[in-house]
């Protein structure tokens, strides 16, 4: 295992367009987040998965990202209804347990909305 | 609420010490993670702290006071591929939830 992939690396899309991103975490773990980084800030924590449940959502989150861990292994991130301002970059991470064990990150999909 | 501040940017020599402050106020806490990324690519792990003291690894070392709500990276005897921006995250919520700074962006000069 060659640690977190994310696939598409690059994303181009028309507002209005609904796009989806998926992340595939190092096998063993069973943490897995999501992030959405654009630059020059960090990375704004969008939701996580402890295996297959989504146990937290973060409060900016919209109503048009939905996130899902069918199996507790990959996960898939879809935007409905893009819009200019999701424009970003979005991170996958995964770790073993519980908090103190640290997150490895995937290269991330860079989504550009036009 | 959540709130964590860093400099936005830092300058420094190569081969010179440089400390990098972290301050964070959070509804929770459940340790403090160092991160560095340099640009375009994803964030790897530094450090990680859950009680006050020093931790050391090698060149880098991060401090922790939980009363203050404070921390700092100091990385010795920088080199020129330690130009990056470092980022600090509180786990909040009891690990569940990950607080990350705006990242200080550090350049090591020749």
């Known amino acids: 295992d060659t640690g977190v992939s994310q696939d598409p690396r690059h994303k181009i899309t028309k507002r209005g367009q609904n796009v989806t991103f998926r992340c595939d975490p190092i096998?063993?773990?069973?943490?897995l987040y999501w992030y959405r980084q654009t630059l020059g800030q960090g990375p704004e924590f969008l939701t996580y998965f402890q295996n297959e449940a989504q146990l937290e959502k973060s409060r900016l989150l919209s109503d048009r990202f939905s996130a899902e861990r069918p199996k507790g292994s990959f996960s898939t991130l879809e935007i409905q209804r893009t819009e200019q301002g999701d424009s970003a970059m979005y991170l996958c991470a995964s770790s073993l347990a519980a908090g103190e064990d640290e997150q490895y990150f995937g290269p991330g999909t860079r989504l550009t909305v036009t | 609420g959540q709130n964590i501040d860093q400099p936005t940017e830092m300058t420094a020599t190569e081969g010179a010490i440089v400390q990098i402050n972290c301050t964070y106020q959070?509804?929770?806490?459940?340790?403090l993670f160092w991160y560095q990324q340099h640009a375009g690519e994803a964030p790897t792990f530094l450090s990680y702290?859950?009680?006050?003291g020093l931790e050391e690894k090698g060149r880098f070392s991060s401090f922790l006071s939980r009363s203050k709500g404070y921390s700092y990276l100091l990385l010795k005897e920088l080199q020129m591929k330690d130009s990056a921006s470092y980022l600090c995250a509180v786990g909040d919520n009891y690990g569940q939830n990950f607080v990350f700074g705006p990242g200080t962006r550090l350049s090591v000069l020749p």
């Open positions: 959070t509804s929770g806490f459940n340790g």
């Open positions: 096998s063993e773990h069973n943490r």
């Open positions: 702290n859950v009680l006050d």
